[in-house]
């Protein structure tokens, strides 16, 4: 496990066309991303997989800073009692709870659950700060882990404990809430095509797909290269649902006590798995420049030949001074070697430097995403390098978007989605808004709405024939 | 509870001199650094204590960064055996444990422990993961949540949920396990000392004072200003205690398979119960500049007269684009309020500008921790305001090692102990070693060994009047 042999690692990983799941599997044990816990369903991230996420929660972190929310850390435990609070909450929770009955050796009065999400506990603390107009809004972000008992566990996709970000927000009227329900919406948006380098569609989700306890849910859909849909972050707007749960209220200008509107939205540790199913490829990852732990490898030829040592140790100082994430790998292993184990990892690109290329002033570069190979002179390689790890960044989001648009149909009955799912699309049709239809069109396809799509409303819903009230995008998802 | 009315602070907050207790409990909610959670023993970290503890990541997470460690993320969850491997741990943490029972609706197999510590699981997959002597070292920090049921607990300074940072390590030999253990030590006592500005007395714990499973355990005390000893940080020397229990095994350079050598460190949002008692006043808070979430407060003066908000919020613009970490505190309150709320949160400088201010082209800073106001001209206030943060953080160190200092006294007897601790004294004594006379001094002046002193070996113990093996830091501690 801890020592690849030499063989070529091509033959390792599962082909992606036949088997998409074992290609997952094998890229994200082979790449160090992750492994297995003891416990069934939980993952370990290892430092490879958690650099990417110290990559994401910087660039989201920002984000949230910029737009007026600070970071509080709020308890892992929450009294069983206070999922009750709210009817639909519990019942789309309760199942899934893990829970504490026993600590300090002794039977505890009222069993714990680990949060599976914090809007109780959230509820319960902004009920005790806010009491006048003055303190709105509240905007509370927090990184933290949750668990969720699930039955069947991918990593990074769906364990059950993962981490994730989830905001919290109080506001004094609903025209606010909702308003930074979309503004968060378009933060997450901005963030997953510019940072990870992941096109999504984004919009309302259908009552059977929200959030258990929401007025509405949104979310943003990313296509995986297999054709399905990885909901990759949702926002909620949950009206005065949890208010009125857990009696946030505040004293108006006018003297009256009145119920706050709140907010939360999320996004997890899913977006690596996100990241391996929309840009990896046979040999492996393909990372963006942006949340790549390593931008640049460094792989010298004919290493003990000359000054080829130096001179990369030299670049390598160079690139870092320059603000890029660099590795030289100096290890023994051949460049042969060292280029399929660094194309797997992904690294966005790769320095060769031999004794010729030191002669003739130059380095060959080479693209992890497009696989092409230049020349450049080693004086202006810094800028060369900057300019190249941005041109990947935005290339790959243009070709996952080619990929992805090119994979969108149309159809206007059930057998239209059928056909369009099993070929690996996104299917918009219309629909009548009613969950028989709803339910009908995962029975037979296993395909279940995704999101509302933008533009016109379709004529008739593709099950029952009636007026269309939306047009969604149908896909199997993960 | 969420907004503060107009009373002077002062009377708010208890005597420290009278009621030290009181006095912290009455800082940390009224500065807003945290609240009480629903479930007993644990806390709320509110945006403001949060920002301390975002603070303090920051620069420890560069510093574990640049001597080599890699962040991961390991489960929460630990089956229960896991303890039991390892006698002497297992015999330290059960009674702490909070135990998972039921999960996903079912009773579960075996029961699960939420970690109080992650040895046992760092151990089970380092164990995996290293083969070869190649593999090592291996040195892995996270950054996580941890659960000790404790019966009495204060927000900071024991709480059944802390946040912290456990760093595990595993190496070829018993030299370069003990030199990380010492390395880890002193990365955290110049932490402590440059970014805290908090003076400790590093070294060797007591085999009773020890972790649950280490061989040796070094510390890091600190003195909080009622005289009482604060444990700050620790690192331990594992041996191959773990590496037994979980087989954490590699393949040598002479074919012979070998047991590792294992390490392992942390700190906690302890450290935040450490700054505010370190250098707390009757008024609140003192925050040292480098982990202040806000360094600079600006307070206008008049704020309705002329170009008085104009200029205040030039000014913040400035200082932000000299990098500095500045509030321009704009709401409807008198001056004097905000005198008083700002000084309570401890931040190190407050500017002060007015109508004539600006007439005279200058302003007055005040400095928190000397109480100290001077006039500067405004077009040199960018580095004036730098320097004198960089001096303010110098010197709260220099006066808290002053404060300290002027309060370690020496004892050859017993009743010496007694009468120093009672003084809120660090008590140098020598001990013979043993476990009874360790015991006495506990039970007789509510004492406990801190660390080992450096220095000399004074020649008897306090106790029985043996040969002195040590001398000892004894004093109260939280």
Same mark, same amino acid.
């Given at each position: 496990?801890?020592?690849?042999?030499?063989?070529?690692?091509?033959?390792?990983?599962?082909?992606?066309?036949?088997?998409?799941?074992?290609?997952?599997?094998?890229?994200?044990?082979?790449?160090?991303?992750?492994?297995?816990?003891?416990?069934?369903?939980?993952?370990?991230?290892?430092?490879?997989?958690?650099?990417?996420?110290?990559?994401?929660?910087?660039?989201?972190?920002?984000?949230?800073?910029?737009?007026?929310?600070?970071?509080?850390?709020?308890?892992?435990?929450? !009294?069983?009692?206070?999922?009750?609070?709210?009817?639909?909450?519990?019942?789309?929770?309760? !199942?899934?709870?893990?829970?504490?009955?026993?600590?300090?050796?002794?039977?505890? &009065?009222? !069993?714990?659950?680990?949060?599976?999400?914090?809007?109780?506990?959230?509820?319960?603390?902004?009920?005790?700060?806010?009491?006048?107009?003055?303190?709105?809004?509240?905007?509370?972000?927090?990184?933290?882990?949750?668990?969720?008992?699930?039955?069947?566990?991918?990593?990074?996709?769906?364990?059950?404990?993962?981490?994730?970000?989830?905001?919290?927000?109080?506001?004094?009227?609903?025209?606010?809430?909702?308003?930074?329900?979309?503004?968060?919406?378009?933060?997450?948006?901005?963030?997953?095509?510019?940072?990870? &380098?992941?096109?999504?569609?984004?919009?309302?989700?259908?009552?059977?797909?929200?959030?258990?306890?929401?007025?509405?849910?949104?979310?943003?859909?990313?296509?995986?290269?297999?054709?399905?849909?990885?909901?990759?972050?949702?926002?909620?707007?949950?009206?005065?649902?949890?208010?009125?749960?857990?009696?946030?209220?505040?004293?108006?200008?006018?003297?009256?006590?009145?119920?706050?509107?709140?907010?939360?939205?999320?996004?997890?540790?899913?977006?690596?798995?996100?990241?391996?199913?929309?840009?990896?490829?046979?040999?492996?990852?393909?990372?963006?420049?942006?949340?790549?732990?390593?931008?640049?490898?460094?792989?010298?030829?004919? &290493?003990?030949?000359?000054?080829?040592?130096?001179?990369? &140790?030299?670049?390598?100082?160079?690139?870092?001074?320059?603000?890029?994430?660099?590795?030289?790998?100096?290890?023994?292993?051949?460049?042969?070697?060292?280029?399929?184990?660094?194309?797997?990892?992904?690294?966005?690109?790769?320095?060769?430097?031999?004794?010729?290329?030191?002669?003739?002033?130059?380095?060959?570069?080479?693209?992890?995403?497009?696989?092409?190979?230049?020349?450049?002179?080693?004086?202006?390689?810094?800028?060369?390098?900057?300019?190249?790890?941005?041109?990947?960044?935005?290339?790959?989001?243009?070709?996952?978007?080619?990929?992805?648009?090119?994979?969108?149909?149309?159809?206007?009955?059930?057998?239209?989605?059928?056909?369009?799912?099993?070929?690996?699309?996104?299917?918009?049709?219309?629909?009548?808004?009613?969950?028989?239809?709803?339910?009908?069109?995962?029975?037979?396809?296993?395909?279940?709405?995704?999101?509302?799509?933008?533009?016109?409303?379709?004529?008739?819903?593709?099950?029952?024939?009636?007026?269309?009230?939306?047009?969604?995008?149908?896909?199997?998802?993960?």
């Amino acid at each position: 496990m801890a020592k690849e042999n030499k063989q070529n690692f091509v033959e390792q990983i599962a082909d992606m066309e036949k088997d998409f799941p074992q290609w997952y599997t094998d890229v994200v044990l082979k790449t160090k991303l992750v492994d297995y816990g003891p416990v069934k369903g939980t993952m370990v991230i290892r430092p490879y997989g958690y650099a990417i996420w110290e990559n994401i929660q910087r660039e989201l972190d920002n984000r949230f800073k910029a737009t007026g929310h600070e970071n509080a850390y709020f308890p892992l435990l929450i !009294p069983m009692s206070y999922f009750t609070k709210e009817a639909e909450h519990v019942e789309g929770f309760a !199942p899934e709870v893990a829970v504490v009955t026993h600590a300090g050796g002794e039977e505890l &009065a009222e !069993p714990l659950a680990i949060r599976p999400t914090s809007e109780t506990i959230f509820g319960n603390m902004y009920s005790k700060w806010l009491q006048s107009y003055r303190d709105l809004p509240i905007k509370i972000n927090q990184w933290a882990n949750v668990m969720r008992w699930e039955k069947t566990t991918r990593p990074f996709l769906r364990t059950s404990e993962f981490l994730w970000q989830e905001g919290h927000t109080a506001h004094s009227s609903e025209e606010e809430a909702m308003e930074e329900t979309m503004n968060m919406l378009g933060v997450y948006k901005e963030f997953a095509e510019n940072c990870l &380098a992941i096109p999504v569609i984004t919009g309302r989700k259908t009552e059977k797909e929200k959030f258990a306890g929401a007025v509405a849910t949104f979310g943003m859909e990313a296509m995986m290269k297999d054709g399905k849909s990885l909901q990759a972050g949702t926002t909620h707007y949950l009206g005065q649902n949890f208010a009125k749960a857990f009696d946030i209220k505040y004293l108006d200008k006018d003297g009256a006590q009145k119920l706050a509107y709140t907010t939360s939205w999320g996004v997890s540790t899913r977006l690596i798995g996100a990241l391996i199913m929309a840009h990896g490829d046979q040999r492996g990852l393909i990372l963006p420049p942006k949340v790549a732990p390593v931008q640049v490898v460094i792989v010298p030829i004919a &290493a003990k030949k000359g000054n080829v040592m130096e001179v990369c &140790a030299e670049l390598k100082q160079k690139l870092e001074s320059a603000g890029v994430r660099v590795k030289l790998d100096d290890s023994d292993q051949s460049p042969g070697w060292k280029f399929n184990e660094w194309e797997m990892k992904g690294v966005p690109l790769r320095i060769e430097l031999g004794p010729r290329d030191i002669e003739e002033g130059k380095a060959l570069i080479f693209r992890r995403d497009t696989l092409e190979k230049q020349a450049v002179a080693l004086d202006c390689i810094e800028s060369e390098v900057k300019n190249l790890l941005a041109a990947v960044q935005k290339d790959m989001l243009e070709a996952a978007r080619v990929r992805r648009d090119g994979r969108i149909v149309y159809a206007t009955d059930l057998a239209g989605i059928l056909d369009g799912v099993e070929k690996g699309n996104f299917v918009k049709a219309g629909w009548c808004g009613c969950r028989e239809c709803e339910d009908k069109i995962k029975a037979e396809t296993a395909a279940t709405a995704r999101v509302f799509a933008e533009g016109e409303t379709s004529k008739t819903c593709a099950v029952c024939g009636k007026k269309a009230k939306h047009i969604v995008i149908f896909a199997r998802a993960y």
